[in-house]
């Protein structure tokens, strides 16, 4: 029996190889949408389950094939929940451009520059859309939050996006600094994936 494939609305090799291995239990070839020169989606979602669908979608639509997609970000309670949905380009230039995992990191360390410890706090948010084909009305849907704190310097050599600054009390470690499988059983990603294995269904 050959695998299913499964399109990933996304270019995100982290992103990739979590969600890879997450599914090697089921039969299935998860291939990033820039194999077949999709370009992104627009992201005019006011919500991370909004973009997560209209990334499904937009993929299903452009390969034929089964979608998911993953849209995930940081929210700042200092910063009334931003970075947010714009997460990714949260340090862009007015024509969204530019962002980088740099960049944004650098940009959050200047907005919290005067912010005390005490209020630093923050979680991770990831939301998983899966959709057998482009107009699929019942999308499955997984959720995962993870709280932690946004530390004054980076931190950790591991993970992506703003894994370094993001401090989990109760591993006494940044993100970048847990190994895969510990980041993989705690991590918002992790906690929607647990999820989407137990909705899976092809």
């Known amino acids: 029996m050959t695998q299913q494939k499964i399109v990933l609305a996304s270019g995100n090799k982290g992103k990739l190889a979590e969600l ?11 291939i990033p949408q820039s194999e077949f020169s ?5 992201e005019t979602g006011l919500s991370f389950i909004e973009n997560a669908i ?8 452009a390969t034929g094939l ?11 309670d200092a910063l009334k929940g931003a970075p947010g949905i714009y997460s990714a380009r949260f340090s862009a ?27 630093r706090t923050a979680r991770f948010h990831c939301v998983l859309a899966f959709v057998k084909h482009a107009l ?30 993001f401090f989990v009390k109760d591993q006494n470690k940044t993100a970048a600094q847990l190994t895969k ?7 918002h990603r992790g906690l929607a994936i647990k999820q989407l294995k137990t909705q899976f269904k092809l």
């Open 20 to 30: 890879q291995n997450a599914l090697n239990d089921f039969d299935v070839a998860l």
């Open 38 to 42: 999709v370009t992104d989606a627009d």
């Open 54 to 61: 209209l990334k499904a979608r937009h993929a299903s639509l």
């Open 66 to 76: 089964p979608a998911l997609a993953d849209d995930s970000g940081l929210e700042v």
């Open 93 to 119: 230039d007015e024509n969204g451009k530019g962002a980088t995992d740099e960049s944004n990191n650098l940009k959050l360390l200047d907005e919290l520059q005067n912010v005390p410890a005490q209020d």
């Open 136 to 165: 699929d009305p019942n999308p499955i849907i997984c959720q995962g939050a993870w709280e932690g704190v946004i530390k004054t310097e980076l931190d950790g050599k591991g993970g992506f996006g703003y894994d370094p600054l």
């Open 181 to 187: 499988e510990e980041k993989n059983k705690i991590s």
